[in-house]
């Protein structure tokens, strides 16, 4: 994987990504050249049109990121590729006919567009089947030595079974620090030398994942591995980066103090993200508010009640605000004012609330909380008090991830379905832990264009 603006990407997907923004150019400029022969007009040169061809790439290249393009499923399955592609292709294209209407002369002509539009399916289509098995090949895949047979070490062993593992394990050590669960792991007395195993087997990195580190930390050999160039990495740092998210039951509070993230150097980037909420909630508000408004009447109209309403939520540093939503479940939905969790079709929810809250509408005034700086567009869900102070005394670490502002949406909304139990939320919390260590803005404006994913293709939506 490399690291981009603190957030890790597999190696397939830069290569893919860089492939296809290529591939994106040349349709544009083939397009423009086509529709130039048809008219009989003089074809000029690329660099008297720069504009209207990497407006067209990169609005396109956005929409591939935006619906999935690029995740394990589209990379393994060339039919989920396809469907995919077809959507991004379509959604580009609407993006750069309204760009059209605000900056007229960036993008295309229409009759461009539409052969630009054509070759890059078929651009796209072609190169994925001519790298669909280099892609899920080993060549892209990093060869490990895990240090460790016991329970830590089968974890990671769990994790390379994945289809979209990064990760070859060539070996493990059984560094005689308890029972052994991984089978052919050889027994660290065996090896006369560690770091010449290391280069025997290729490795490019060594995981730590021992069970007990006390006396059975070979500081020694760890110190020439890495001074060869080999990466050496604890297991939390490795499962951080594999999983995108922080993982509870191997993390201690040492872990936090030391690994990077949680920056304060943020002035910077804070001030350009609470300008970017401003922009963004104003204009999510004028551009949905007849939305709003709609489905206010429809809320109305189909159960007694108001059409909003207002809940008490923890934010930033702790302090409660209320956020305004639109109301989903029947009025009498807590009569007995205990804070529930919603629940897989849960009775509560009218028909109108049913379908709101499969396409998030019911979550569109929380906009008005983010203009009033009370919430960010990006960042982890608000939870009610209740529910705060129970989950604070049922897993550690929940306070941290109110060290950034809540969010209407956030990291674990576009990696984790709709939680409503202790088991979800602790999953949840493992990332919104990482969002709140490795904040920045290419992090957040990932996760906006990845919510267009979760929008059309709601997974779990309670």
Not at 401 to 411: F, L, M, S
Request: glycine content about 6%.
């Amino acid at each position: 994987m490399i690291r981009l603006f603190k957030h890790y990407i597999p190696y397939p997907v830069i290569f893919l990504g860089l492939i296809d923004f290529m591939l994106l150019l040349m349709a544009a400029e083939a397009g423009w050249i086509l529709r130039a022969f048809q008219i009989d007009m003089t074809f000029g040169s690329i660099v008297d049109r720069p504009a209207p061809i990497f407006s067209f790439a990169l609005a396109l290249q956005l929409a591939l990121i935006a619906v999935g393009v690029y995740g394990p499923e589209a990379l393994q399955s060339l039919r989920f590729a396809a469907a995919r592609i077809l959507v991004a292709i379509s959604l580009g294209v609407i993006f750069l006919s309204l760009l059209s209407f605000v900056l007229p002369g960036i993008t295309l002509w229409r009759s461009n567009s539409l052969y630009a539009m054509i070759l890059a399916i078929l651009f796209l289509m072609v190169i994925r089947i001519l790298l669909g098995t280099i892609l899920d090949s080993d060549i892209f895949k990093r060869r490990l030595l895990i240090l460790g047979a016991g329970p830590r070490a089968g974890r990671i062993a769990v994790l390379e079974k994945r289809q979209e593992s990064g990760f070859i394990i060539a070996g493990y050590v059984d560094m005689n620090e308890g029972p052994s669960l991984i089978d052919g792991a050889v027994l660290r007395p065996d090896i006369a030398n560690l770091p010449q195993h290391v280069i025997d087997l290729e490795v490019s990195e060594v995981v730590l994942a021992l069970e007990e580190r006390r006396n059975s930390l070979p500081v020694a050999d760890l110190l020439t591995i890495k001074t060869t160039g080999v990466h050496v990495n604890d297991l939390s740092s490795f499962l951080e980066r594999e999983t995108g998210r922080v993982d509870l039951d191997s993390v201690n509070p040492s872990w936090f103090i030391f690994s990077d993230g949680f920056s304060s150097g943020r002035r910077l980037s804070t001030l350009f993200k609470r300008g970017f909420d401003i922009f963004l909630s104003f204009l999510l508000l004028l551009l949905t508010g007849p939305i709003i408004l709609l489905f206010a009447v429809l809320i109305k109209m189909e159960s007694r009640g108001d059409s909003f309403f207002k809940q008490e939520r923890v934010g930033l540093y702790g302090q409660k605000f209320k956020i305004l939503k639109l109301r989903s479940m029947c009025v009498d939905a807590e009569s007995e004012g205990e804070a529930i969790w919603a629940t897989k079709n849960d009775p509560r929810v009218t028909r109108i609330g049913r379908l709101i809250r499969k396409v998030r509408i019911d979550e569109l005034p929380q906009a008005w909380s983010v203009l009033k700086g009370e919430m960010s567009f990006v960042g982890p869900r608000p939870e009610r008090p209740q529910f705060v102070e129970d989950l604070q005394t049922k897993m550690p670490f929940y306070a941290e991830r109110h060290i950034v502002k809540p969010g209407i949406t956030g990291w674990a909304q576009i990696n984790y379905p709709y939680g409503a139990s202790t088991e979800d939320a602790r999953h949840k919390l493992e990332y919104d832990l990482y969002y709140a260590k490795n904040y920045t803005p290419f992090l957040d404006l990932l996760i906006i264009l990845q919510t267009i994913r979760v929008i059309l293709w709601p997974e779990g939506a309670r």
